[in-house]
């Protein structure tokens, strides 16, 4: 299937998830995440979750990672040229929706795509080869193709992959993992 028709498939089955589906799915999610080896992590990168989109919760993620002392960095939108820059999220860094709907840091300290050691990434879905389908404007895969070959990058999904996307293309990025519920 091309991706516009994954996008429209999936976008409507996780609206289609119940408020109990959701939680289940992401308690297996989040577990799989606590059982990472994280020896070696210094700073991830989380997506903030969009409510709307029903994406999966990312505010326990944040809290797990915070309780093991490792720093956060959030993005914000740039939706003239479609890429991200990166922030620091602390304790006190405040959130606001963009006018997108997006929320994204407001007064915080930028940081460096070199210094991540392990990128969570959002997505509709992704196929066995860990490419994945998002919402289409390429934000991540400008900003996967600029992180160290070394950083883990792992999407979080709430469905099992499919087989195969039909029109990936030389810019797409495959994922060094996919969680999904097992």
Known sequence: MLKTELRKIFKQKRQDLSFS??????QNIYQQI???????????????TLEKFKEIDTKPIIDYFRSKNIQIVVSKSNFINN???HFYLENDTQIELNKYGIPEPKNAVQ????????????LLISDKNNYRVGY????YDRFLSNCRKDCKKIGLNFFTPIRHIADKNQFDISLDLVLYPK
């Open 21 to 26: 589906d959701t939680q289940n799915l992401q």
């Open 111 to 122: 940081a460096k795509e070199i210094d991540l050691d392990i990128v969570f990434v959002p």
């Open 136 to 139: 289409g404007k390429g934000f």
């Open 83 to 85: 890429t991200l820059t």
């Open 34 to 48: 606590y059982d990472l080896d994280i020896s070696s992590v210094k700073i991830i990168h989380v997506f903030l």
